[in-house]
């Protein structure tokens, strides 16, 4: 019964905008995160954020262009995603700890994950 579907992603325009979600049931959030993975790249961390929603944390590429926000009586978490560059194609997951609350970058450290949604920026 645990499930976490990402929703959102799509073809944009270098400089464009996109807002993803995530929706979790069946369990307790905790802190959640988004990592990404291009093609013949390893998954890397891109943003997470607390239980409560007070404290983030965003990987350099993606400072002050991205946002993660949280609405915890929709268990969804949400990535906004400005100023879009080619090279934050990827699939994009979500994920979530079970058990804590803080907003860690490790994947190793998430235990839930969705199928992930496909963001592709170009001309």
């Known amino acids: 019964q645990v499930q976490l579907v990402e929703s959102g992603g799509g073809l944009v325009q270098p400089g464009g905008s996109l807002r993803l979600s995530c929706s979790a049931s069946?369990?307790?959030?905790?802190?959640m995160g988004w990592f990404r993975q291009a093609p013949g790249k390893e998954r890397e961390f891109v943003a997470a954020?607390?239980?409560?929603?007070?404290?983030?944390t965003y990987a350099d590429s993606v400072k002050g262009r991205f946002t993660i926000s949280r609405d915890n009586a929709k268990n969804t978490v949400y990535l906004q995603m400005n100023s879009l560059k080619p090279e934050d194609t990827a699939v994009y997951y979500c994920?979530?700890?079970?058990?804590?609350?803080?907003?860690?970058?490790?994947?190793?450290?998430?235990?839930?994950w969705g199928q992930g949604t496909q963001v592709t920026v170009s001309s």
């Open positions: 994920a979530a700890r079970g058990r804590s609350w803080y907003p860690s970058q490790e994947e190793s450290e998430y235990d839930y």
């Open positions: 069946g369990f307790s959030t905790y802190a």
């Open positions: 954020i607390s239980w409560s929603g007070g404290r983030t």
